[in-house]
Each structure stands twice: as C-alpha cells, then as structure tokens.
C-alpha cells in the first residue's frame, strides 16, 4: 500500500533535485548545503558571499511563509535533550567539512552524477546513522 | 546580480522541499535510520525524486559550454576517495542519526525549530570551525 507520507516525499524530492539543478543550470555550482554554509563560516567562500546568503536566506523564508498551508501543526520533534543536540550538530558540522558534503551534496548531487566519491561518502553516513540508531536508541535508550 | 536572483530562486525550492517532503521531521529522518524499529521508507522517496531532475540536469551540462551565468559547470571531482571522505562521513551519519538532522533541514526549519533547532545551527557552526584543525590532525596521523 503506498502512504501519503511516500508520494509527499516523491513530491518534495522531486522539487529538491529541481533546486539543485537551478543552481547547476544557472550558476554552475553543486548544490550543497554544508558547503554553502561551510563557506561562509571559513571564509573559504567568502568571494561568493551574497549568492550564498541569498540560498541561505530563501531556505528559512520560504519554507516559513508556507506554515500556514498546513492544516497541522508543523514540528521538527528534536530531542529535548540538548546535550544529544549539540553532540549531534558538532559531529555534523566537522563531518560534513571533513568529508566535502552532506545528505544534499553527496547524495543528491553526487549520485545523480555516478560520482564515486557522493556515493561511498552516502554509503557511510546511511550505515553511521544506522548503527547510532540501534546504539543509541535500542541499547542505551537515550534518543 | 542574476547569480543572487538564481541562488534565491535554488534555495527557496529547496526549502519548500524540504518542508513539504517530511524532511523537516526528525522522526521521518530517524524513522528511516532505524532499520529495526518502526521502519520508514518516506527517505528513499525523497532522495529517489530529488535524484530524477538531478540526472537530466548533469546530462544537459554535457550539451552545454557553461551555465546560465557564464560560469563553467563544475569539474568531475578527483576519483580518490582519501581517510577525510570516510571519516567525514561517518561523523556526519552518526550526528544525523543522533538529532535526525542534517544542514539543509536545520537551516530550513530555523523559524519553527525552537531552542533545539538554534541549538542544533550553533553547534554544527562551531563544528565547521573546528573542522580544519581536525583536518590537520588526521592528515598527520594518516602520514605518520
């Protein structure tokens, strides 16, 4: 039986990858989150400052302005527990710069190209994850 | 200018694909990440649907002398796969299990995320920061 929830993501997918290719077709650039922001904060691309400001910008405005099309009340549900939220965006923040992308850039970007790299770096973050999943929630019980 | 308007016009979709996607939902994220539990396949949807377009759009860059803008279309990027890529990725898949976060999501739920959220943005900031010592220190080790 196919879910709401599954043709929502084809739909979403669907306009994911549609961004990206604008900005492959329109600016010649991979579209990855982590680097975009990565950028900024190590000012290794701090010559193209103001597109990244202007994706960054468009990426929390838009999405906020369409809240009020769902008919439900829209939750991330993150974890209360802020010593598992700052352990979480550490090790995503020096993975993602360690590793030159994220599940936008390597994934989404990379496999559509067959590249090797987007490919084996998405390999590893989908099995890290899933370990921490059977680690940290089915063993010690804490997410 | 066009490069601001085309960056604008990639993120704001972005965003609103993330959203409408569940993408934003860290239980949609976990729910896939967590084979033995309540499996949730809505991940390989949205990743199966953002690779389509993606697809058409590298084949075009093949009919094509440069982008839109006049900037060449990025290289193919060195086949090595070097310690950095691995390494990187499994620090970045286990923080994404832990929080059921990643960048774009986290940037784009900033206005409903709450304290989690902003949170969750500082810290993977100070990550970045830290990244490139990191990065020092493994090259070292992986020469030693």
């Given at each position: 039986m196919i879910e709401t929830d599954w043709i929502w993501g084809l739909i979403g997918g669907l306009m994911i990858g549609a961004a990206a290719a604008v900005y492959l077709?329109?600016?010649?650039?991979?579209?990855g989150a982590s680097g975009i922001i990565g950028g900024l904060v190590d000012r290794s691309g701090l010559s193209t400052w103001a597109e990244r400001v202007a994706f960054l910008a468009a990426l929390v405005v838009v999405p906020a302005l369409m809240?009020?099309?769902?008919?439900t009340e829209v939750s991330t549900n993150i974890t209360p527990n802020l010593a598992v939220v700052v352990a979480a965006g550490l090790l995503v923040g020096v993975g993602t710069r360690l590793a030159n992308g994220c599940t936008s850039g390597h994934g989404v970007c990379g496999i559509s190209r067959f590249s090797l790299r987007g490919i084996v770096a998405t390999v590893f973050y989908l099995l890290a994850g899933g370990i921490v999943m059977v680690l940290f929630r089915h063993l010690l019980g804490v997410i | 200018m066009q490069r601001i308007v085309i960056a604008a016009v990639s993120g704001g979709l972005f965003g609103a694909g993330l959203l409408v996607s569940g993408m934003t939902d860290t239980n949609k994220v976990q729910g896939w990440l967590d084979v033995f539990g309540a499996w949730d396949p809505t991940l390989a949807f949205v990743l199966g649907g953002a690779i389509m377009p993606m697809l058409l759009a590298w084949h075009l860059t093949t009919k094509?002398?440069?982008?839109?803008?006049?900037e060449p279309f990025p290289a193919?990027?060195?086949?090595?796969?070097?310690h950095n890529l691995v390494i990187g990725s499994v620090l970045f898949g286990a923080g994404w299990g832990l929080a059921g976060l990643c960048p774009g999501p986290a940037i784009a739920s900033l206005?409903?995320?709450g304290t989690g959220g902003i949170t969750f943005i500082l810290a993977m900031i100070g990550g970045m920061v830290i990244a490139q010592p990191v990065r020092a220190q493994i090259d070292r080790l992986a020469a030693a």
């Open positions: 077709l329109g600016n010649g650039r991979v579209m809240l009020p099309l769902f008919s | 094509r002398a440069a982008s839109l803008v006049g193919k990027p060195d086949p090595k796969l070097g206005s409903w995320g």
